[in-house]
């Protein structure tokens, strides 16, 4: 496919993209970057804030990876693309309205609720989703702000992946540690107060089949001020078996062997009586949340592969004497409004981008990218090709799409026939000097985030926050 514009379509191609997180603003740089096709872009999110989990979801303190939002502003400031906040899909706005102004709708809006473990005594008070830990220390608006009192000394994380390493590194940071980051003031001062001194990490398999990456596991192992405890017993793998009739050594990745290599090398340090303590159980599952009134235990079994690669118990249990258990075992999609839906992958069904109906057909003007297209699955930086692919099949039907949607009305006509007032790109900029000021003031890094909804609405407004 050329880049080379072509005379005869002069006209721009209207997209409207749902959701601003890396899948929604990279699938704007992908429409943006081509010359074929003249196109502007109107970026859609319910919050008045873009980036999505760059900003409420990556850890405050992984300041390296927080750094790809200098990317993803630079897409928002181009000037074919627009940023519209404060206007959420299926609520203020629906499919028909957008028909009225887009040639097509791109869905963008990640995986947004956790898995649950299915064990008994999963609803008592301090079992909690580390989503909602996560929206916590990220400042997401919607949380609520009296959930985490962290009174338990011992904590239990039952997941193997890299938002399971953040929750567990968070809990074991002091606020000093965590003083330079954007969390907000309300979360350090809980975390300044917090009683817990042992967190405990469950995975379900062995150190080969944990999905957390190097870099991950690197960074909760150079904790300053807590021991991180690896059994030698869980880690003890002979690397020249790799590959062999063994099944939890098949086809293991170059990854997995580095983080069996740094846990190896965990397992033989002897702990140094530091403040906090980290324990990572593998081959551990949980089997049953304990307590009347609130968590009081976590009963687990040890696991082992069968031949056949498949995970059993091994009949062996123990129980965990914690007072709080948090299940990060992987996000969910949830529904969109009049869009196709497969209940069983949490996704929106797809066919090189573009959304199918009930009978497999691709439905005329709507496309899909992220995790909402394809799971939870990858990291940042995927979104971006997977971005990419949606585009080239929306390019590929766009003589289709203007045929469809001959005459667009402007957006602003759409949100005024709603009665929908809404944010934009300059609006986000207000927010974000603001907690720049709120940094210095406190003597705090580069920015502190703003906790709640009514803190935003009052910038936006250009009012103070005294």
Sequence with gaps: MSDEPNPQDETPLRVAVIGSGPAGVYTADALTRQR?????????????????????????????????????????????????????FGTDLTRADLARSHHAVVYATGASVDRRMGVPGEDLPGSVAATDLVNWYCGHPDNDWDDFALDAEEVAVVGAGNVALDVVRVLAKTADELRHTDIPQTVLDVLAASRVRTVHLLARRGPLQAKFTAPE??????????????????????PTEIGGDRPDLREVSRAARTNLRLLREQAGREPEGRPRRVELHFWTRPEEILGEDRVEGLRVGRTRLTPEGRLEGTGEQAVLDVGMVLRSVGYAGVPL??????????????????????????????YVAGWIKRGATGVIGTNKSDAAATVRALLQDSPELRGAVPAPVPLERVLDDRGLAHSDYEGWLRIDGAEADLAAELGRGERVKFRDWDAYRRILRGEGLR
């Design 36 to 88: 074929r096709v003249p196109v502007r872009v109107d970026v859609l999110d319910r919050l008045p804030t873009p980036y999505g989990l760059v900003r409420y979801g990556v850890a405050p303190d992984h300041t390296k990876i927080k750094g790809v939002a200098r990317t993803l502003r630079r897409v928002l400031e181009h000037p074919h693309v627009r940023f519209v906040g404060g206007v959420e």
């Design 217 to 238: 596991l690197r960074d909760l192992l150079a904790l300053p001020g807590a021991d991180v405890v690896v059994r030698p017993e869980q880690v003890d793998l002979d």
């Design 337 to 366: 409004e009049g869009v196709p839906f497969d209940t069983g992958a949490h996704t929106v069904p797809h066919e090189a981008g573009r959304v199918l109906d009930t009978r497999g057909r691709p439905v005329p003007g709507d």
